[in-house]
């Protein structure tokens, strides 16, 4: 079985900043992709970031120069660093571990967090 366990939410004033971590656990031998989602009260889900197993990088815009992304493979564990954070930033932080495969399987599924809240004040 595998898990994703997030922490490093919680609540901080605008311009401050916070960091998320994200384990997977279990007998994983390969992850493609690994990042962030987040969902605010009313929206969809959307897409924060993502970093694949070579280091490749998307952002959404929206956090552009405010988040950085990083990941260590060896511990299958993928954060987040959040600066410069503002209220819109508010909303239930899920991580996501794509094309993850198994020991001694040959197939690969996504897989998700339970989500941590992250609520920034004005």
């Known amino acids: 079985q595998v898990q994703l366990v997030e922490s490093g939410g919680g609540l901080v004033q605008a311009g401050g900043s916070l960091r998320l971590s994200c384990t997977a656990s279990?007998?994983?031998?390969?992850?493609?992709?690994m990042g962030w989602y987040r969902q605010a009260p009313g929206k969809q889900r959307e897409l924060v970031t993502t970093i694949t197993n070579g280091g490749v990088i998307n952002y959404a815009d929206s956090v552009k120069g405010r988040f950085t992304i990083s990941r260590d493979n060896a511990k299958n564990t993928v954060y987040l660093q959040m600066n410069s954070l503002k209220p819109e930033d508010t909303a239930v932080y899920f991580c996501?571990?794509?094309?993850?495969?198994?020991?001694?399987?040959?197939?690969?599924?996504?897989?998700w967090g339970q989500g941590t809240q992250v609520t920034v004040s004005s």
């Open positions: 279990g007998s994983i031998s390969w992850i493609n992709a």
């Open positions: 996501y571990a794509g094309g993850l495969r198994l020991s001694g399987s040959y197939y690969s599924r996504d897989y």
